[in-house]
């Protein structure tokens, strides 16, 4: 059953994908762009497995509503991405950048983070209620684990320990997440103009 609720999120986030790509590029290189996510090997691989692709499917949910002028629907669907998963929050920037700079209205910005900020405190204060200790020890342990056999991190900190016998890349993944999201969103805000690509 699990894997057939993540293969329904898989084609929903195909469809966006999908739709994404015909507003952007039309309709030949939407399918071009439909058949590479769904020939991918970690597609193939981890949909059945994990359920990383219903915060995913959220996040490029998201992004359609965004693109489609959606801006409160896009928020409340970023917020449950992040109930999921914490990586949709990283949209809620991006979104306010693209409306500043191209002079778009905030209302409808607004009113998405108010829903978002009442769905995330109906969903955290009554953990934190019951057990705070527990609640706030759950998101500390997922910032410092081990990172898992299958990442960059891991793949990176097993190169430097061969060569140099140290495992640096763990310890400051977090600064540099962090600091490349940063340059991201200046490299963003610098080169954004009108166009839906940019947006």
């Excluded at 705070?132 to 430097?160: M, N």
């Excluded at 016998?165 to 310890?171: E, G, S, T, Y």
């Excluded at 490299?187 to 166009?195: A, I, P």
Aim: hydrophobic share 55%.
């Amino acid at each position: 059953s699990f894997g057939a609720m993540t293969l329904v999120f898989d084609l929903a986030t195909l469809i966006c994908v999908y739709i994404l790509a015909a507003k952007f590029f039309g309709q030949e290189k939407a399918f071009l762009s439909g058949l590479l996510y769904v020939t991918a090997l970690s597609t193939a691989f981890f949909i059945p497995i994990v359920y990383d692709i219903i915060p995913t499917f959220f996040l490029v949910f998201s992004l359609c509503c965004f693109i489609y002028g959606k801006e409160t629907t896009a928020c409340i669907s970023t917020a449950v991405g992040f109930l999921l998963k914490w990586f949709p929050f990283v949209c809620f920037p991006f979104f306010y950048l693209s409306i500043l700079k191209n002079k778009g209205d905030l209302r409808g910005f607004r009113t998405g983070v108010i829903a978002t900020a009442f769905l995330i405190a109906a969903c955290f204060v009554p953990f934190i209620v019951i057990d705070s200790e527990k609640f706030f020890r759950t998101y500390a342990f997922h910032i410092v684990r081990l990172p898992e056999g299958h990442s960059l991190v891991y793949y990176l900190d097993a190169v430097f320990a061969f060569l140099i016998n140290l495992q640096p890349i763990n310890k400051i993944s977090l600064l540099l997440m962090i600091l490349a999201e940063c340059l991201l969103m200046y490299w963003y805000y610098r080169h954004l103009d009108g166009s839906a690509e940019h947006q």
